[in-house]
Each structure stands twice: as C-alpha cells, then as structure tokens.
T-cell receptor, first 113, second 113 residues
Framework: AQSVTQPDIHITVSEGASLELRCNYSYGATPYLFWYVQSPGQGLQLLLKYFSGDTLVQGIKGFEAEFKRSQSSFNLRKPSVHWSDAAEYFC???????????FGAGTRLFVKA | DSGVTQTPKHLITATGQRVTLRCSPR?????VYWYQQSLDQGLQFLIQ???????AKGNILERFSAQQFPDLHSELNLSSLELGDSALYFCASSADRGGTEAFFGQGTRLTVV
C-alpha cells in the first residue's frame, strides 16, 4: 500500500541551527515526491519536488531535499533555520496519473530564539 | 498569494444541513483538486476535476459531490452534514492534469454544530 511516514510529529530547533525533517515513503512505482509548508491559517505552499534526475533538489526559502531510493526516503534539510520557518511541513508522494497524492501526517517545526 | 481563491473562509452550520464551498483556480489552470484536512485524518485527497470533467477520486463520501463549471471554478457540495465533517477544506489548482505543481487556496474552515 502507498504511504508516507513522517516520524517526527514536532521538532524544536534553535534559530541558526541546521534542520532535517524526515520522510519515508512506500510506493509501488517511481514516486513523485513533494515537500509542502503550511503556516498557521494558510494553505499549503510547495517547497520543492522531485520527479527524476539529480537526487538532490533545491527548493524555495533555502530548503533542499535528497531522494534516496535505497532507503525510500526524501528528507528535507536547511542549513540555518530562521524564526519565520516555524510552520508545519508535509511530505507527499504521488504520480502524474491524477493528483491522488498521499500526504504524510506532517511535522510541526518550532524555532526557539 | 497563491492565486487560488476559496470562499467562504469560515462556515458554521448545523448537523443535517447542506453547504457549498467555492473555489476559483489560478488563471489558466485547468485542474482543480479538493482536500479535507482534519486533526484525526490529516490531509485527505477528495476529488480532482480537469477542464470540467472528473479525473480522479479519493476518499470522498457519497454525501459529498463536486463539479467544475465552464469558467473552471469549482464547487464542493456537502450534504447531510455530521459533526465529523468539521474540517478545513482546501482547493488546489494546477495547469496540467497530473498535478506536478499544485497551488493551494487558504481553505474554508467548516464547523458543524
């Protein structure tokens, strides 16, 4: 069955520290992978996506993610977190056969001064 | 601003009632997707329309229906409402039928009392 697991419900990091949010997926075919961010009271904004090619993808706001097929993972990273990065982050997997994208449960990021 | 407009932003209604949520996609986008976000179920894909036709169906209840009109706006109709239908309902749009990059609206928060 297709699924997305985000093992960490919430994470707290200090401002300026590095960040890694974990995502593991189970998908029968070659997955299309996404990371979205949701600020309070807002919709989801696409940070980055992976379809094929270079397994290290760059996104907006200084985020990057690395696709590791052998580990079925697509972890999101940022070298230095800003207070404005506090939000909920969703990993998602899908394909182009229709947007039956499956979302993970989300990881809420808290940033402390 | 994603360019996707959802109305109303908030809706409070009683059990057994029927409501209609409206979505205007980004200019030029042909695909519209509906999602339900609740605390217990997370973000669930409901249905997708592409250029007026239903393209993909997810976990949409029979009490719910949607349509996409010739001007590409979409409506999600929820009937015989139950307390458990209280959630945030998101609309997203994309230019293609595969949802390779979807843009989310800010959502409609539905409260059933």
């Amino acid at each position: 069955a297709q699924s997305v697991t985000q093992p960490d419900i919430h994470i707290t990091v200090s401002e300026g520290a590095s960040l890694e949010l974990r995502c593991n997926y189970s998908y029968g075919a070659t997955p299309y992978l996404f990371w979205y961010v949701q600020s309070p009271g807002q919709g989801l904004q696409l940070l980055l996506k992976y379809f094929s090619g270079d397994t290290l993808v760059q996104g907006i706001k200084g985020f990057e993610a690395e696709f590791k097929r052998s580990q079925s993972s697509f972890n999101l990273r940022k070298p230095s977190v800003h207070w404005s990065d506090a939000a909920e982050y969703f990993c998602a997997v899908g394909n182009t056969g229709g947007f039956k994208t499956i979302f993970g449960a989300g990881t809420r990021l808290f940033v402390k001064a | 601003d994603s360019g996707v407009t959802q109305t109303p932003k908030h809706l409070i209604t009683a059990t057994g009632q029927r409501v209609t949520l409206r979505c205007s996609p980004r200019s030029g986008d042909l695909s519209v997707y509906w999602y339900q976000q609740s605390l217990d179920q997370g973000l669930q894909f409901l249905i997708q329309y592409y250029n007026g036709e239903e393209r993909a169906k997810g976990n949409i209840l029979e009490r719910f229906s949607a349509q996409q009109f010739p001007d590409l706006h979409s409506e999600l109709n929820l009937s015989s409402l139950e307390l458990g239908d209280s959630a945030l309902y998101f609309c997203a749009s994309s230019a293609d039928r595969g949802g390779t990059e979807a843009f989310f609206g800010q959502g409609t928060r539905l409260t059933v009392v």
